[in-house]
Nanobody
Framework: VQLQASGGGLVQAGGSLRLSCVVS????????MAWYRQAPGKQRELVAV???????KYVDSVKGRFTISRDNTKNTVYLQMNSLKAEDTAVYYC???????????????WGQGTQVTVSS
């Protein structure tokens, strides 16, 4: 199973970016898909999570600005980021809890990270 994230870049404060993450490989189901971020000198934090059959959840600092969505037909999760702030600057990682077989265990996989830089 591989996760490929894309969509990061440099944007001015107030701008928008859309991150994408495609999950490929031997997949039976994906229950949870999420985005994390890690700023320099800080711990990785959960930004948004999309669980099948449940409402998305967000860290307080991005509520009202970021939207997580998923396309289960494409095994893809998106993060629409609007009204970006300098403090959103970080490497963003996608994460997915994948079941590879019907009776198999659920395992957590990570993407390689994509840099988001917001200039003030």
């Amino acid at each position: 199973v591989q996760l490929q994230a894309s969509g990061g870049g440099l944007v001015q404060a107030g701008g928008s970016l859309r991150l994408s993450c495609v999950v490929s490989g031997s997949i039976f189901s994906i229950n949870v898909m999420a985005w994390y971020r890690q700023a320099p000198g800080k711990q990785r934090e959960l930004v948004a999570v999309a669980t099948n059959g449940a409402n998305p959840k967000y860290v307080d600092s991005v509520k009202g600005r970021f939207t997580i969505s998923r396309d289960n037909t494409k095994n893809t999760v998106y993060l629409q980021m609007n009204s970006l702030k300098a403090e959103d600057t970080a490497v963003y990682y996608c994460n997915a809890d994948v079941k590879r077989r019907l009776l198999g265990a659920t395992e957590s996989y990570w993407g390689q990270g994509t840099q988001v830089t917001v200039s003030s």
